[in-house]
């Protein structure tokens, strides 16, 4: 396992060989990035890790914001008059939905609508970044990582999972809504999306593919495992 | 012996109240569209100057129409209900031969149902915030929820004019659609707020409101709690907004049953009527007598100026001539009385007069 191969330190990537200057570092950071995650979604573990993560983070989502809950049973779909022409239709907030459809399946009732998609790219986001940080959790020599940073940043993810809610969220826990709190719920949302992308770049550009490829052993599916 | 208190001066109320009766009208408001709002012939005390209303609203969260009123309802048989418990709280009227509920869990995510009753147009309205639910006559036009909040209370607006109509206040003030609208009144009916199983009992052929709403909403999630049992929200604790004026004498979310009119405001803690079957009180300087149902577990409130005495009886409320009446009928002045949480009336009528 390689631990210096390249030079680099944590927290140098945008000066490594490929980074000249500031684009050079932009382009290393990014180049490093989008390796970082390709990597992490072709490896056979770590995809798992980004898949388990997103489908339970989408669904702890959705339960969130109210759009999966538990129904009055039976089975059917309810479309709305004109699903198309309501897709873009806010409800309690800028980012809050109105449904399209119900899905009534058995105990459980999902109310379709953007949210879904919303609450999928936060998923994935979450999803990628816990995903990475299982890769630099595995194998940390040879990603020169601190691994807990894609840990952390997907806490404010997990908290805009209420942002959607709007104040419909402060009642369920019993607080009093004041103009402060209402503007941090609408940017709630917004600003978990930058940390979460802010987050797999910082992680991101620290690894070195090559290394964790040559590095990653069993974990990876033979040569697609190589950058 | 009910406790009183009671806070006299209704300085603001009678000032506004005497404006209101200078412009007292039947006419309608005839706004953009061709629609028709409907008058009261006396207007209602409001707390606050009619701008300073505007000036107190908050955003709830949604925009304007965010929360879709239901505007071609339909009905199904009780035998067709499968999506009610019997303590499930429901919204009833019986008008001119229609009888019809409401189920809270559907309004809770509308909150306005342009409807009909016997061929009157009319709107049911529910605040989940405040806990009430009032009945006006909507003439041609319709009302939709503006997604702005006063007191805690919905604003509604009327699509003729756009103008604000918060609900408990149900009078119109200024708002960013209608800058300077006529200081009036709507007209109201009673609903009554009910289980179920109390109002199936009563009016086995009611027809209740339909889950087939035109929009895929999943009725049996109440994003502010639960009423069957009380829950969440409807359980205790703050308001979501701080209400106009704080009144701590009683929790915020205790049940009152409030009537106001021109003369000012009063109110009877739910549960003291309940117990009590009969109180007496004052609203402005009119002594009122307050009933309790327990058809449906509501209260009236009753004009009573000569202070004649009634007495709650097994079958009923027996009058000063041995005479018993059903608690709806007695031949007194009813005035439109309703549910409401303790902060939402404090916060609109500070000067209530307040019986247990």
Redesign the interface.
């Known amino acids: 396992m390689s631990t210096s191969e390249g030079g680099d330190s944590p927290g140098e990537a945008g000066g490594g060989p490929d980074g000249t200057g500031d684009s050079g570092g932009l382009r290393t950071t990014l180049t490093r990035t989008r390796a970082a995650t390709a990597l992490t979604l072709r490896r056979r573990d770590s995809l798992s890790v980004v898949t388990g993560v997103t489908v339970i983070y989408l669904l702890g989502y959705l339960w969130a914001v109210?759009d999966l809950?538990?129904?009055?049973g039976g089975y059917g779909l309810?479309?709305?008059?004109d699903p198309l022409g309501g897709l873009l239709?806010?409800?309690?907030?800028p980012l809050?939905f109105?449904?399209?459809?119900?899905v009534r399946a058995g105990p459980l009732?999902y109310?379709?609508s953007l949210n879904t998609l919303v609450g999928l790219g936060l998923a994935l986001l979450v999803g990628l970044n816990l995903g990475l940080t299982y890769l630099t959790r595995k194998q940390p020599a040879a990603c020169g990582l601190r691994s807990s940073t894609g840990v952390l940043a997907g806490v404010p993810a997990l908290l805009s999972g209420t942002a959607c809610?709007?104040?419909?969220v402060?009642?369920?826990l019993?607080?009093?809504?004041s103009g402060v709190i209402?503007t941090a719920f609408q940017v709630l949302l917004p600003a978990a999306v930058l940390v979460l992308v802010g987050s797999l770049v910082a992680v991101g550009r620290q690894v070195r593919p090559e290394a964790m490829a040559a590095a990653s052993g069993s974990g990876a599916r033979g040569s697609d495992n190589r950058e | 012996m009910p406790r009183l208190t009671r806070r006299r001066t209704l300085a603001s109320l009678a000032s506004l109240g005497a404006a209101a009766l200078a412009g007292c009208t039947t006419d309608a408001n005839t706004g953009g569209g061709g629609g028709t709002v409907p008058a009261a012939d006396d207007r209602l005390p409001l707390p606050i100057e009619p701008p300073a209303l505007r000036d107190a609203a908050?955003?709830?969260?949604?925009?304007k129409d965010?929360?879709?009123s239901i505007d071609e309802p339909s009905f199904v048989a009780p035998a067709e209900v499968?999506?009610l418990a019997d303590g499930d709280p429901v919204f009833g009227v019986a008008r001119d031969g229609v009888t019809k509920a409401y189920p809270q869990s559907i309004l809770a995510q509308h909150e306005i149902v342009n409807d009909e009753l016997a061929g009157d147009p009319v709107s049911v309205t529910y605040c989940p915030l405040t806990g009430t639910v009032l009945g006006f006559d909507r003439g041609a036009t319709s009302f939709g929820v503006s997604g702005r909040l006063v007191n805690d209370n919905l604003i509604m607006y009327d699509r003729a004019t756009e103008t604000w109509w918060p609900q408990i206040l149900a009078t119109a003030v200024p708002g960013p659609w209608n800058a300077e609208p006529e200081t009036r009144s709507l007209r109201e009916f009673r609903l009554v707020w009910t289980t179920w199983e109390r109002w199936r009992g009563q009016h086995p052929e009611t027809r209740v409101l339909s889950r087939d709403t035109?929009?895929?909403?999943?009725?049996?999630?109440d994003?502010?709690?639960d009423y069957n049992p009380r829950e969440?929200?409807y359980a205790g604790?703050?308001?979501?907004?701080?209400p106009l004026r704080e009144d701590d004498r009683y929790g915020p979310k205790r049940v009152v049953m409030g009537a106001r009119a021109p003369e000012g405001a009063v109110a009877f803690l739910k549960d003291g009527l309940r117990e009590a079957g009969l109180l007496s009180g004052q609203l402005g300087d009119v002594p009122v007598l307050a009933v309790h149902d327990p058809r449906y577990d509501t209260g009236y409130v009753y004009r009573n100026p000569d202070e004649l005495a009634y007495e709650s009886v097994d079958e009923g409320v027996e009058g000063p001539a041995g005479i018993t009446y059903a608690p709806d009928r007695l031949p007194l002045d009813r005035i439109h009385t309703f549910d409401a949480m303790w902060f939402a009336w404090a916060g609109f009528y500070p000067e209530t007069d307040v019986y247990e």
């Open positions: 109210g809950a538990p129904g009055f309810v479309l709305a008059a239709r806010t409800t309690s907030g809050s109105a449904p399209v459809a119900l009732a109310e379709a809610c709007g104040p419909v402060l009642v369920a019993g607080l009093q809504a209402l | 908050v955003s709830g969260g949604p925009g965010g929360i879709p499968d999506f035109g929009s895929p909403r999943n009725y049996a999630r994003p502010y709690g969440g929200y604790g703050a308001p979501l907004f701080p």
